[in-house]
């Protein structure tokens, strides 16, 4: 049967809208099959299942969604361990394919039903990616600990909301792009420097963290283990899997220089260990920590103090705040300080719960229940709360001022509204 003409307004047709949807999940199974693959070189002995297998693993932790196994340690005492923990350079590939995604379905002036379509493409992806994961509640993927998959609820929540929001996000940014001014440009100028702030952020504590390696490799053998290990046996998964995680150790340096916490917290002991704040930074693990009896969790090294070279992380958040203020000022067509002032201040407030939300992304939660393992349940990652205030102050401030100052570098330009894109 062939397909209906697209409208006249050249908006995509159906079929084009939920065939971007499926091409976007294929390019995400792609990145998770990469992974994969640098599994089975290393370690080898990998069959084909194997390493499908894995590559709905990995795909399924892109959507953070949780992977849980039982095993019997000791020998008659039955333990379940279940853990969360996303690799988030494969979560932002698939947040940028899905919103280019939707920007394309909606940008054509003149489709009403842009939105509809949209949604259609990310629902699209979603089912795709449920199916994926959840395969290994089928064809659980056998591993040393014993046979691994994906938990319930999480294997179908995740993946619908990722593939949902960023789609409908980019047909709501296309129809602003077609808007000159008002309420719609607005918001999504604050959005774009809410967005912006967190971006920048991650990319500017990234380069810190690499700069920190280059002048003082001593501190990088924790956050560079998988590089380091490059040139052993197992070295491509280790680069590889370092890789993927890199945004996970940015977003905890932001935290970090924006005044939160991250570390170690829970359990079955409360525990509540910091491990990267201002004022402490890990090197390694204590070797008088580690606990033979295996009833407790190994504790990090700590650097107590902040040596002078950890200063480069103290731009980190005013960089990202100032930056982001000033693309909320752009995209919206502010055309005077107060109001650029204002919609940089906005974007702040958005920041908070957008920094938030990626704060726990970047963290992982492990559950070992039963047996003399059992220590409940662990987080380790950034102190979401403490993130999202941290980053209303930081953004709020620092949007409006970022706003302002980009009012004034442009003040010789002319007032007509820019393009969103």
Known sequence: MNEPPAPADGAPGWRAALSRGAVAFLLIVVAAFVL???????????????????????????????????????????????????????TALAVWLLFRVGRSIGRVRGSRDGLL?????????????????????????????????????????YPLILCLVPT????????????????????????????????????????????????????????????????????????????????????????????ACAGIYGGKDELEVDVVCRARFPSGVSDDAIDPNLEQVPAPRILEGVPLVLIIFAVVAPTAVLLGGGVA???????GYRSAAAVGAVAGVMFAPLAAVTAWFSGVDLTVTGGALGVGHVYLGPKIL????????????????GGALRQRLRRDEPTGGPALG
Do not use: H
Not at 228 to 254: C, H, I, Q, Y
Not at 329 to 335: E, L, P, T
């Open 117 to 157: 379509k949209a949604g259609s493409a990310g629902a699209v992806c979603a089912a795709l990616a449920v199916a994926a994961s959840s395969s290994s509640l089928i064809w659980p993927l056998d591993s040393a600990l014993g046979p691994v998959a994906a938990t319930l609820p999480t294997t179908v929540v």
């Open 329 to 335: 000022a752009r995209v919206s067509g502010a055309d």
């Open 168 to 259: 409908l996000a980019g047909a709501q940014w296309a129809a602003a792009e077609r808007t000159p001014e008002g309420w719609r440009r607005r918001t999504a100028g604050a959005l774009a420097g809410a967005w912006a702030m967190l971006a920048f952020g991650i990319a500017v504590a990234f380069l810190a963290l690499v700069l920190l390696a280059a002048v003082a490799p001593e501190y990088s053998r924790v956050y560079l283990a998988g590089f380091r290990s490059a040139k052993a046996d197992w070295g491509v998964a280790a680069v590889a899997n370092n890789a993927a995680f890199m945004p996970n150790e940015a977003t905890w340096a932001l935290s970090a220089s924006m005044g």
């Open 36 to 90: 994969a693959l640098s599994n089975s070189i290393a370690f080898g002995g990998m069959s084909v299942p194997d390493v499908l297998k894995m590559t709905a693993v990995y795909l399924g932790s892109f959507f953070r969604v949780g992977l849980e196994t039982s095993l019997e340690f000791p020998p008659g005492q039955g333990t379940s361990v279940a853990l969360a923990a996303a690799p988030m350079l494969g």
């Open 386 to 401: 403490d993130v999202a205030a941290a980053a209303a102050i930081w953004g709020i401030m620092g949007g409006a001022l």
